[in-house]
């Protein structure tokens, strides 16, 4: 039996959130957490979380298993499981809707603000435009990133200033587009973030990389745009 | 962009930048003195002064402070404005910061130039 405690709340009935313990037969296992989610699901109706492709594709269900992010579709039980007992809470920092559900609005405009889109003001080539392979390989390692928020919602920084600093996510997103040999707008892209918190409020304590279910390095990329503002400026 | 107007530097590659060459400074600073003090394991008040009477030590000393209020003044700052929600609260803060780091900063300059 796994002793599954879950952070509950329903702004509707609730006064306030609270923790609400279930006992699980996992029936010996390793099932992912996802898989117990759904079990407690069975017993309680009303349990509200996110879940999509539960394959890791399309980071709906990220959420605080025993205090560390992640993904509960890709984390086996036997990776966060300790003393038999697990604990479930939201995502850390970002409002909650209900149970398990925050509101991302915070992080989505964070991601709107560095223009995640290719900028070029050159006439459009008859096909398309093209990249030596040395170009495209600078990508690697940034395209893959899938917006579950588990980097943005670990990190000091931005619990303090959702509203200021980028976050891990978006500045991974931003330098995916600084490196980009198609992007002609790296000049405005770094003006815009040439001020006190947008990317220096990264104090590379570095919890993005170490929860990313990706596997993906923000603190890396952000070392990039700072050697990029610095080139630029000096 | 975001628009400050309290930081050190109005911009932030400015202030991180200050941030790193007034650490390397203090570190600088700081090694010496080490040094100092081992070298001179009697050091009584003649030699203490002689150090002082040197206008290249001055010349240090003054950086070193001048990196110090920088640093503590970018540091705080950010301390301030992470942590420091309501304005009235943040902007006192800081400026008893302000005034307290320029303080230090005129009363050091009469120690090492006054005597």
Known sequence: ??????????????????????EIDTKGKDLMVLDVLALVKEKDNGMAYRRSCREGVCGSDGMNMNGKNGLACVTPLSEVVKGGKLVLRPLPGLPVIRDLVV????????????????????????????????????????????????C??????????????????????AYRFLIDSRDTATRERLADLDDPFSVFRCRGIMNCVSVCPKGLNPTRAIGHIRDMLLANAT | ?????????????????????????LLAYTLFMVGFFLLNPNLDYAAW???????????????????????????????????????????????????????????????????
């Not at chain 2, 005129?106 to 090492?112: D, E, R, T």
């Open chain 1, 103 to 150: 509101d991302m609005s915070l992080f989505y405009q964070q991601y709107e603000r560095i223009k995640p889109f290719l900028i070029n003001d050159t006439p459009a080539p008859a096909i398309e435009r093209l990249q030596t392979p040395e170009e495209r390989d600078k990508l690697d390692g940034l395209y893959e990133c899938i917006l579950c928020a588990c």
């Open chain 2, 49 to 115: 002064s002689a150090l002082f009477q040197c206008t290249l030590m001055r010349i240090f000393s003054l950086l070193a402070l001048l990196s110090l209020a920088a640093h503590a003044w970018i540091g705080l700052w950010t301390v301030s404005t992470d942590y420091m929600k309501a304005t009235g609260v943040r902007l006192v803060f800081q400026a008893v910061v302000a005034l307290g780091l320029f303080a230090y900063v005129v009363w050091g300059v009469q120690v090492l130039w006054g005597a």
């Open chain 1, 1 to 22: 039996m796994l002793q599954v405690s879950v952070y509950r709340y329903n702004p509707e009935t609730d006064k306030a959130p609270y923790m609400q313990d279930f």
């Open chain 1, 152 to 173: 943005s919602t670990s990190c000091p920084s931005f619990w303090w200033n959702p509203d200021k600093f980028v976050g891990p996510s978006g500045l991974l997103q």
């Open chain 2, 1 to 25: 962009m975001v628009t400050n107007i309290t930081n050190f530097g109005r911009s932030g590659l400015s202030d991180w930048l200050m941030q790193r060459i007034s650490a390397v400074i």
